[in-house]
């Protein structure tokens, strides 16, 4: 798939000034930013700021009303095949269909990506099996719970092996079981491929785990970049326990809605929405038969930073 030329320092996402607008709408108002080759970049804001218009700008659905973007060194309205032959994506709608089984799904996706047919049997099988879908190939996505779909929903994303991922809040609406689940197969795609990922979310948790660097967006504008530096450590509420299994530390988790955690030698941590009460979930881990050491609030916090950028901090 590998097919354009351009050498690999080329960044694979570079949007400078870029202006997009719906009839009178400016949705996106002179926005630069960048993803270099195996970078996480998360996109936060309220409903509104313009983080879907930003992707669909990636994937050349949206021409420019001024400035410019580059997907893997190309114009996407101009080369719109080339660039999404690159490109894999979830977005808001699942885009899959509910009367065919999973299996189908991805290989109707494979046969649209022409991926050669050898090659689409095995990754199908792999994808499956990676994503915990092999016992439910057969079954229609109507099936499927909704959690279980984001994760077709992804394997199918990633079938071709695209250079880059654009997800579109690809854990809204699941329970926290489920979206921690998805972030741990985002996680692993991108350690193990060196895939480029764009993240829109508003979950500040899931910014923190996954990006190496967030861009929070309000009305179509930048208001504030965390690289890695400044995101390490400014989560939400951090519950510390005496170590435990994974086993017992995933039921704690399921009991309580952590949304993440996080397991040493020393310590498993318990990782919570800063929106979550520092008490309550100290009280709920400790319910579940948690030891805890200690409750920690992330240093200023993600969200504060959220807050401050996005002008709600003084309601
Ligand atoms: P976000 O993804 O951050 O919630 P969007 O990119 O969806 O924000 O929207 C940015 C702005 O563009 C909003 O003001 C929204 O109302 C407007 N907008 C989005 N899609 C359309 C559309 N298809 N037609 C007109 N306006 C739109």
Redesign the pocket.
């Known amino acids: 798939m590998r097919e354009n030329t351009q050498a690999e320092d080329v960044n694979v996402i570079e949007a400078r000034d870029l202006v997009v607008s719906?009839?009178d709408?400016r949705?996106l108002q002179g926005v630069s930013v960048s993803a270099g080759q195996g970078e996480v970049l998360g996109l936060l804001?309220p409903?509104?700021?313009?983080?879907?218009?930003f992707v669909r700008a990636c994937l050349g659905l949206l021409r420019p009303a001024a400035g410019t973007i580059r997907v893997l060194g190309l114009d996407p309205v101009a080369h719109g095949e080339t660039v999404r032959r690159q490109i894999g994506f979830v977005l808001e709608k699942t885009g899959l269909s509910e009367a065919l089984d999973c299996r189908a799904n991805l290989r109707f996706q494979g046969e649209v990506y022409r991926v050669e047919p050898g090659r689409l049997r095995a990754r199908i099988e792999e994808l499956l099996e990676r994503f915990g879908l092999a016992d439910r190939a057969r079954d229609p996505v109507a099936s499927l719970s909704k959690g279980l779909k984001q994760r077709l929903a992804l394997a199918r994303a990633l079938l071709h092996e695209p250079r880059l991922i654009l997800l579109d809040e690809p854990t809204s609406g699941l329970d926290p079981a489920a979206a921690r689940e998805v972030r741990g197969l985002i996680a692993s795609v991108v350690t193990d491929n060196a895939t480029t990922v764009l993240l829109?979310t508003h979950n500040m948790v899931e910014a923190e785990r996954l990006c190496d660097t967030v861009v929070i967006?309000r009305q179509g504008r930048v208001v504030r970049r965390l690289d890695a530096r400044e995101l390490a450590g400014v989560a939400g509420v951090r519950v510390r326990c005496r170590p435990i299994s994974a086993a017992r530390a995933e039921a704690i988790a399921q009991l309580t809605g952590a949304a993440e955690v996080r397991r040493t030698e020393k310590v498993t941590e318990f990782v919570f929405d800063p929106t979550v009460e520092p008490e309550e979930a100290r009280r709920g881990v400790a319910d579940a038969g948690g030891h805890v050491l200690e409750v920690v609030r992330g240093a200023g916090g993600l969200e504060e930073a959220y807050l401050s950028a996005t002008g709600r901090s003084n309601p």
């Open positions: 719906y009839g709408r949705a804001g409903n509104g700021a313009g983080k879907s218009t829109t967006l």
